[in-house]
């Protein structure tokens, strides 16, 4: 009998990771897309926080900035961070404002 390997949920974090390293956009996109109909696995922050990431070091912030609203769930803070950390590198200050903004509503006690 052979055996299939099956990714599960830090497989996904490990590749969109990757593909955020790597500035694999479209592949990373179209893994991203393909979890829960081809592989039963259902995206989770932080799965999302990593399309944010992949998103935010290509330069598409109108696309990161997105992605947070139309999550079945409320970002959490790994989420915000990829996105703030993209507006850092890159330069963009006032979406970095915006987001820092988010970051301290949601964690006003954290000083880091």
């Not at 995206?43 to 992605?67: N, Q, S, W």
């Amino acid at each position: 009998m052979e055996k299939r390997l099956w990714p599960n949920e830090v497989t996904f974090v490990a590749v969109l990771t990757a593909c955020a390293c790597g500035h694999l956009v479209k592949c990373g996109l179209e893994l991203f897309k393909s979890m829960p109909k081809d592989f039963g696995v259902e995206p989770i922050m932080e799965h999302y926080g990593c399309v944010v990431d992949l998103l935010g070091r290509a330069r598409l912030f109108k696309e990161a900035t997105e992605l947070p609203k139309i999550m079945p769930f409320e970002p959490d803070a790994s989420v915000l961070g990829a996105l703030l950390g993209s507006c850092k590198i890159h330069g963009s200050t006032e979406l970095g404002i915006e987001g820092g903004k988010k970051l301290i509503e949601l964690q006003p006690e954290h000083c880091g």
